[in-house]
């Protein structure tokens, strides 16, 4: 179910670019379709997706849609698609639909919720003692 916020936030990207909206919105579905507990949220202008701890956002730009890993530096990079040199963060660049397939975008999701996840896990452990 798409909130009010994630609805007039789309609306905007669609006013501006009916292509960068189909990405996002492709980019949003192929999230939520990880983990039925997946939510998302609009925070800092693109739309942010937690299963307990945030684990990834979706932003869009003037000429790419950006898909960002808050931990992502803790992420393996197999298919050599990660950008970014910051302490933890790192993104990935899509400019078409073709982008979520040619850069396995799926696997980097499921990672980063995974790790999300665990470190969920491990903190809830942790704070029980």
Do not use: W
Request: aromatic share 8%.
């Amino acid at each position: 179910m798409t909130n009010d916020r994630v609805f007039h936030l789309l609306e905007d990207i669609r006013l501006i670019d009916e292509a960068r909206h189909a990405l996002v919105d492709r980019l949003r579905r192929l999230v939520l379709s990880v983990d039925p507990s997946v939510t998302e949220e609009v925070k800092y202008a693109g739309l942010l997706f937690s299963a307990g701890p945030p684990f990834c956002g979706i932003f869009s730009y003037s000429r790419h849609v950006s898909l960002e890993f808050g931990r992502g530096s803790e992420l393996a990079d197999p298919h050599k698609v990660l950008e970014g040199e910051g302490k933890m963060r790192r993104h990935i660049k899509l400019e078409n639909g073709d982008d979520l397939f040619r850069k396995n975008v799926r696997e980097y999701v499921v990672a980063a919720f995974t790790a999300a996840r665990a470190a969920e896990l491990q903190h809830k452990r942790t704070t029980r003692r």
